[in-house]
């Protein structure tokens, strides 16, 4: 087995994962951003709230709302 490569793919997995946050967070702080909010679901209906997304026709986010 090969561990320098696993590891090589691990940073440059983490590299992108960082480089992907630093845009997003540009984006975001570069002026007001509408968020389509397609469902909310309480966090009892974390299942119904997968099962929304894996449906595929949905227009916006799906979020599960912990405090609920």
Known sequence: MHHGANAGAVRAAAAAARAAQIDISKWLA??????????????????????????????????VDCAR
Do not use: M, Y
């Not at 002026?31 to 119904?48: C, K």
């Not at 449906?55 to 979020?63: A, H, N, Q, S, Y």
């Open 30 to 63: 570069s002026g007001t951003r509408v968020h389509n909010i397609a469902a909310q679901f309480p966090l009892s209906d974390t299942a119904q709230a997968h099962l929304a997304v894996e449906k595929g026709d949905k227009l916006g986010t799906v979020i």
